[in-house]
């Protein structure tokens, strides 16, 4: 599945969403999440609600997804979902070819980054453990920006990077990154493999959309680096 062939514009930058576009880490949000309600006797929504929220702050989640959560009882709920949640980081892994293709590009003189709904201490500590801290020119999380999809990411990486929109590239599995994207002038590639179902992902208006990893990779390296 991919959008009508395109002019195959040259993209100087590629942006990455990180949780279900780089990372093979959805399934495991998910439980964190649901997890993180069971302990705390709360409702326990569905799978697909769990999902969508993926991408969001997890401040701006817990609004969405647990609105009965009275604010006394949101840093407990916090505390639960990072302990479920580091629980099953070491099983965590990029999806297959992602590493060669991040190398690729970077070697090739691609800029890339990524913009993620992760902390600053969750981003760093996944990226040194998969060795990728030398790959990544800036980043942004959402403690250092208003959470997408609001542009602010986005707007602060191309002005650290002294980059014009039109030459960046922004990659993502939901509909926030494709929407953000969108608001910053920013052409966007969203994956269907992550978080969001592609008829969600195709709603939002994406510059293309592809259906498995393989795809997502040969798209990019046709149009970047």
Do not use: N
């Not at 929504?45 to 997804?65: D, F, H, K, T």
């Not at 790959?135 to 999809?149: I, M, N, Q, S, V």
């Amino acid at each position: 599945m991919t959008s009508p062939s395109l002019p195959e514009k040259q993209y100087r930058a590629v942006i990455f969403d990180w949780d279900g576009t780089l990372l093979d880490s959805t399934h495991h949000i998910v439980g964190a999440l649901l997890g993180a309600c069971r302990d705390l006797g709360l409702r326990e929504p569905s799978r697909e609600e769990a999902g969508w929220v993926i991408g969001l702050s997890l401040q701006a989640a817990l609004y969405r997804l647990v609105p009965d959560l009275g604010a006394d009882r949101v840093d407990i709920f916090v505390q639960r979902y990072r302990a479920h949640f580091m629980a099953l980081q070491h099983e965590m892994r990029l999806f297959e070819g992602q590493d060669l293709l991040l190398r690729e590009l970077s070697a090739g003189g691609a800029v890339l980054g990524v913009a993620t709904g992760k902390s600053r201490r969750g981003l760093d500590e996944s990226i040194e453990r998969l060795g990728l801290r030398d790959l990544f020119r800036a980043t942004r999380t959402a403690d250092e920006a208003r959470g997408k999809p609001d542009p602010d990411m986005l707007l602060q990486l191309l002005a650290e990077l002294g980059l014009a929109p039109e030459s960046v590239l922004m990659v993502g599995d939901t509909t926030h990154d494709v929407l953000m994207a969108r608001a910053a002038g920013v052409d966007s590639l969203a994956v269907a493999y992550g978080a969001h179902a592609p008829s969600l992902l195709e709603s939002a208006g994406p510059t293309a959309l592809v259906a498995t990893v393989p795809d997502m990779q040969a798209w990019i390296r046709s149009r970047a680096g």
